[in-house]
């Protein structure tokens, strides 16, 4: 069975301010928000390179994501209220406000933490909030603009990093061990694990385009460049958690797709054409790797060093830690590379058990489930791709937690924002099935089926459906 989904929304219908009637007066509250969650994903993109150019790597007065997010932090400010309302999800925004509120209380009672400094995880869960707001409560408004907005923001990206490189402004670092070694790539003042990191929010972007029909060969084309640039980075823990993630895709989802020969064939060129185009890059990535857990078991790795302050400091302040941003400017010359062991020690113990748990809540709720043929609303075109978005999300954040174990990851933005904005799909798909439940006859043949109408939540069913 083969569902077509690449043409249930165009740009013409984004421009009318009423489903079927043509208006040329423009919806100002479409493009507002249209501008709204470009703003909040091109900011989050360019961070990096753009800080990096202009400011330097440790000099920036200000990142552009601190701008940028501002807005839908707000959003997320004054709408927490309804995400705390939404039975639920309750757990999760209750398990992110305990970790918000133990972090200032550390702060302000016990190290008398700067507001500047305890601003960021109150934003983190704005950030949450906000999102799940607007995809609960916008989708069908979102939908329409986000195959085009999500292109634009990887061009970008895309583009500046390689008008850099064709500047010149990359470095080569050589690296490796018993006589295997590794040239490892820094373009843009970007270091090789952050761009590996971050590149895994762009090859999301051309995946869900990818899956909903939108520019397949420009789609495929990008995300066979990303998964290319993460492994030419030659960042040993990103190259291991994109093939740990990769092999979950293939497990979860080896039931629910049919395995065409366009879908194999476009899977073959954008996953294993890097592996063959770059064997001699993943090659030495794989063998140093497991050089470096037997360094780290054996006591050498650098790392090594690290963990042990770290379950020092821990040891020490179990409670209230040392302070938010105290390990990187008392203690150490580097960043905490782990999560939970970085957060433990500046945070406390609990600060870490709430957000371990407020984590893993989310990656349940977002797991990827069988589609059930029940219900007309499994074949409306803005379940489907609510349904990809939410699991684009779901393997976004599963990989930056992963990342987590090797690298310091837990206070990026925009793992929040697709964290609240997969859960607000949740429910918005929840709320669409309480509007449309009237059950498909079982004569009707499935192949007539289309995912072509109209996307609209209506407020009660007519006379008529009820009498049904």
Request: with cysteine; aromatic share 16%; glycine share 10%.
């Given at each position: 069975m083969s569902i077509d989904i690449s043409k249930s929304h165009s740009m013409e219908s984004f421009w009318k301010t009423t489903p079927g009637v043509k208006s040329s007066k423009l919806d100002f509250g479409k493009i507002f928000l249209s501008l709204l969650i470009f703003i909040t994903v091109a900011g989050f993109e360019l961070n990096y390179p753009l800080v990096y150019l202009f400011w330097g790597r440790w000099n920036a007065p200000l990142g552009i994501e601190a701008i940028t997010s501002f807005p839908i932090a707000l959003v997320g400010l004054c709408t927490f209220h309804y995400a705390v309302a939404v039975r639920s999800f309750r757990s999760v925004f209750l398990l992110f406000s305990l970790f918000v509120l133990w972090v200032i209380m550390g702060g302000l009672f016990v190290h008398s933490t700067s507001l500047n400094q305890l601003k960021n995880p109150v934003v983190l869960l704005c950030i949450t909030s906000g999102s799940f707001f607007l995809f609960s409560r916008y989708w069908d408004d979102i939908i329409p603009i986000l195959p085009f907005l999500f292109f634009v923001v990887f061009l970008f990206y895309a583009g500046f990093m390689l008008s850099r490189y064709l500047q010149?402004?990359?470095?080569?670092?050589?690296?490796?061990?018993?006589?295997?070694?590794?040239?490892?790539?820094?373009?843009?003042?970007?270091?090789?694990?952050?761009?590996?990191?971050?590149?895994?929010?762009?090859?999301?972007?051309?995946?869900?385009?990818?899956?909903?029909?939108?520019?397949?060969?420009?789609?495929?084309?990008?995300?066979?460049?990303?998964?290319?640039?993460?492994?030419?980075?030659?960042?040993?823990?990103?190259?291991?958690?994109?093939?740990?993630?990769?092999?979950?895709?293939?497990?979860?989802?080896?039931?629910?797709?049919?395995?065409?020969?366009?879908?194999?064939?476009?899977?073959?060129?954008?996953?294993?054409?890097?592996?063959?185009?770059?064997?001699?890059?993943?090659?030495?990535?794989?063998?140093?790797?497991?050089?470096?857990?037997?360094?780290?078991?054996?006591?050498?790795?650098?790392?090594?060093?690290?963990?042990?302050?770290?379950?020092?400091?821990?040891?020490?302040?179990?409670?209230?830690?040392?302070?938010?941003?105290?390990?990187?400017?008392?203690?150490?010359?580097?960043?905490?590379?782990?999560?939970?062991?970085?957060?433990?020690?500046?945070?406390?113990?609990?600060?870490?058990?709430?957000?371990?748990?407020?984590?893993?809540?989310?990656?349940?709720?977002?797991?990827?489930?069988?589609?059930?043929?029940?219900?007309?609303?499994?074949?409306?075109?803005?379940?489907?791709?609510?349904?990809?978005?939410?699991?684009?999300?779901?393997?976004?954040?599963?990989?930056?937690?992963?990342?987590?174990?090797?690298?310091?990851?837990?206070?990026?933005?925009?793992?929040?924002?697709?964290?609240?904005?997969?859960?607000?799909?949740?429910?918005?798909?929840?709320?669409?099935?309480?509007?449309?439940?009237l059950p498909i006859k079982r004569s009707s043949p499935i192949s007539t089926i289309s995912l072509r109408g109209k996307c609209f939540i209506p407020r009660r069913r007519s006379s008529f459906a009820r009498a049904r």
């Open positions: 010149g402004d990359f470095q080569y670092s050589l690296t490796g061990t018993s006589g295997v070694y590794l040239h490892r790539i820094n373009v843009g003042g970007v270091l090789p694990t952050e761009a590996a990191t971050a590149s895994i929010y762009p090859l999301g972007y051309m995946l869900y385009n990818l899956r909903v029909g939108s520019w397949r060969i420009f789609s495929a084309l990008g995300a066979f460049l990303t998964v290319s640039f993460i492994i030419y980075t030659g960042s040993k823990g990103a190259v291991v958690c994109f093939l740990f993630l990769l092999v979950t895709y293939i497990l979860l989802s080896r039931r629910r797709y049919s395995g065409s020969k366009a879908s194999v064939f476009l899977g073959l060129v954008m996953f294993a054409g890097p592996v063959i185009l770059f064997i001699d890059y993943l090659i030495p990535v794989l063998f140093l790797t497991g050089e470096s857990v037997r360094g780290f078991l054996s006591g050498s790795d650098s790392r090594v060093e690290i963990y042990s302050l770290l379950l020092s400091l821990i040891e020490q302040e179990p409670v209230w830690g040392v302070g938010i941003g105290q390990f990187f400017n008392k203690y150490y010359t580097n960043v905490a590379h782990h999560n939970c062991l970085g957060i433990a020690a500046e945070l406390g113990v609990p600060a870490v058990v709430f957000f371990t748990l407020t984590v893993a809540a989310a990656l349940y709720f977002l797991l990827p489930k069988p589609i059930k043929i029940q219900h007309t609303y499994q074949y409306d075109g803005c379940i489907a791709h609510a349904k990809i978005f939410c699991e684009m999300c779901f393997y976004v954040v599963l990989y930056i937690q992963l990342r987590g174990f090797f690298h310091d990851t837990w206070s990026l933005k925009e793992t929040y924002f697709f964290m609240g904005a997969g859960l607000g799909l949740l429910q918005w798909i929840r709320s669409y099935r309480r509007h449309n439940t």
